[in-house]
């Protein structure tokens, strides 16, 4: 059993940026893929990046160039670096590990709201 949880989550000006931080409850094999979603309000949870055991990264169209997704194995950590946010960037953002020995897990979301 692995528990997920995020941190960094916030109010935040346009423009500016935050650091989501996802943390494993036990030791993660560098081998396993992570991942970041958000949902919105009314919409329905979208992937924004993943990370691959490999250190492979892909974005969503939304965010490329402005967000980051990275690990760090030895802290069993996943973090979202997000820059330049915007206002439609505001959702419940979700870590998720795809584990091929200890499974599919998710963390309990953290709120990230872009307003001025």
């Known amino acids: 059993q692995v528990q997920l949880v995020e941190s960094g989550g916030g109010l935040v000006q346009p423009g500016g940026s935050l650091r989501l931080s996802c943390a494993a409850s036990?030791?993660?094999?560098?081998?396993?893929?992570w991942y970041w979603y958000r949902q919105a309000p009314g919409k329905q949870r979208e992937l924004v990046a993943a990370i691959t055991g490999d250190g492979s990264t892909n974005y969503a169209d939304s965010v490329k160039g402005r967000f980051t997704i990275s690990k760090d194995n030895a802290k069993n950590t996943l973090y979202l670096q997000m820059n330049s946010l915007k206002s439609e960037d505001t959702a419940v953002y979700y870590c998720?590990?795809?584990?091929?020995?200890?499974?599919?897990?998710w963390g309990q979301g953290t709120q990230v709201t872009v307003s001025s």
């Open positions: 036990r030791t993660i094999f560098s081998i396993d893929d």
């Open positions: 998720n590990l795809k584990s091929l020995l200890l499974g599919d897990y």
